[in-house]
Structure formats: structure tokens, C-alpha cells
């Protein structure tokens, strides 16, 4: 059973504008919140994390937003720009349960 | 000067034959995974190491078995490979036991033919 859950297997936006990537969840033990960005034949990168404890949180470009009471939450990427073009990966965590859940990724991209 | 460095890339191999995917890191991490990255692209763990400790073992069938010599080194051994075992497979490393900003090597895609 999958606990985290992004439901958009694509997104395309055009460079400059606001892309935005959602995630689910359904374990409401889960406390900590990543963002993984990855290139073809490459391995994931860490992005941008968000406690628990916090609604949002800002690195440059990147917002991520939690929403705990509907169990979601989003990366926002403005501007867009074409190497943001990338497969980004959800994952989040639990205190004491040594292991991240991903989602199964979001592929994105940024038309020039 | 790669963090974390996984050989080989690829590796194609015929059903039932025994085969070794190696891993290391230079970050000085004390905690290593291994991840499976199966065809509908969900990243699952495997396997936990902290300091050469085992820590987590994912339900893996005991054809696979993971060896830590130290902690900058975990490799995975399979055995009597099977059609199902055709993924990429992630070695990855943490600074501690949470795990949760993880540093991942490249990847070995994996085909059993």
C-alpha cells in the first residue's frame, strides 16, 4: 500500500510560469516532508524538506507548502526555468521509523 | 568526485545466475540503503546499514543479501536472479539513522532476461 501518492504522473508548463506539483499522504504518523529532484540516469538529489511543525517553507525558487489537516502538500517552482525539467519524487517520514515513503514521481517539463 | 558511487550501471544477465552490485561512499556518512526502483517508478526501501549494523530488511526475499565490510561500503549480492528482479537499484547514504536526507549514487538498471 502506497502511503504517499502523487497523483499527476506529468506536468508541463511554459518557462517563467508557476509550476505546481502535489502530494498525498495517508499515514498521519509521518512528520517530515522532502522533496527529491531527479535526471534521467542519474540518482534523486534532495530539493526542499518541511517539518511537521511548519506550514511552509521557502529556498529561493522553491515553496513547499503543508496542508496537515488534508494530508497534502505542494511544491511550488516559480519561475519555472528549462533545467528545472525533471522527474521530482515525494517522500516523507516518520519520527523512529528509519525509512523514507516516496511517491512515484511527477515528471516535469519546462517548455522554452 | 562522486559522493556515492554504485558499479555497474548496467548489467543484463540471464534468470538464475548470482550477481553483485557495489557501492560506496566518501561523505562519511554512517548510515547506507539500498533502494529498488521497480517499473511503476516507486522508490522502495530494501535494506538499512549503520555502521556495518543491519537496521532495516524490507520483507527482501533472501536471495538478496546486502554486506557492509564498513560503513562507506555496502554491496548487494543476488542470487538465482528471477525475471521480477529487472529494476534500478539505488544505493544511497545518510549522516544518521533517520534517514531522511538521503545522498543517492546513480543507479543500476538491472535486466534478467
Known amino acids: 500500500d502506497q502511503q504517499v501518492k502523487q497523483n499527476s504522473p506529468s506536468l508541463s508548463v511554459q518557462e517563467g510560469r508557476i509550476s505546481i506539483l502535489n502530494c498525498d499522504y495517508t499515514?498521519?504518523?509521518?512528520?517530515?516532508f522532502l522533496w527529491y529532484k531527479k535526471y534521467p540516469a542519474e540518482g534523486p538529489t534532495f530539493l526542499i524538506s518541511?517539518?511537521?511543525?511548519?506550514d511552509k517553507n521557502e529556498d529561493g525558487r522553491f515553496t513547499v507548502f503543508l496542508n496537515k489537516s488534508a494530508k497534502h502538500l505542494s511544491l511550488h517552482i516559480v519561475p519555472s526555468q528549462p533545467g528545472d525539467s525533471a522527474v521530482y519524487f515525494c517522500?516523507?517520514?516518520?519520527?523512529?521509523?528509519?525509512?523514507?515513503?516516496f511517491g512515484a514521481g511527477t515528471t516535469v517539463t519546462v517548455r522554452a | 568526485d562522486t559522493a556515492v558511487s554504485q558499479t555497474p550501471k548496467y548489467l543484463v544477465t540471464q534468470m538464475g545466475n548470482d550477481k553483485s552490485i557495489k557501492c560506496e561512499q566518501n561523505l562519511g556518512h554512517d548510515t547506507m540503503y539500498w533502494y529498488k526502483q521497480d517499473s511503476k517508478k516507486f522508490l522502495k526501501i530494501m535494506f538499512s546499514?549503520?555502521?556495518?549494523?543491519?537496521?532495516i530488511n524490507e520483507t527482501v526475499p533472501n536471495r538478496f543479501s546486502p554486506k557492509s565490510p564498513d560503513k562507506a561500503h555496502l554491496n548487494l549480492h543476488i542470487n538465482s536472479l528471477e525475471l521480477g528482479d529487472s529494476a534500478v537499484y539505488f544505493c544511497?547514504?545518510?549522516?544518521?539513522?533517520?534517514?531522511?536526507?538521503?545522498?543517492f549514487g546513480s543507479g543500476t538498471q538491472l535486466s534478467v532476461l
Open positions: 499515514n498521519s504518523m509521518f512528520d517530515y
Open positions: 544511497a547514504s545518510s549522516q544518521d539513522l533517520r534517514g531522511e536526507k538521503l545522498f
Open positions: 546499514y549503520n555502521n556495518k549494523e543491519l537496521i
Open positions: 517522500a516523507a517520514s516518520a519520527t523512529n521509523d528509519y525509512k523514507l515513503s
Open positions: 518541511i517539518s511537521s511543525i511548519k
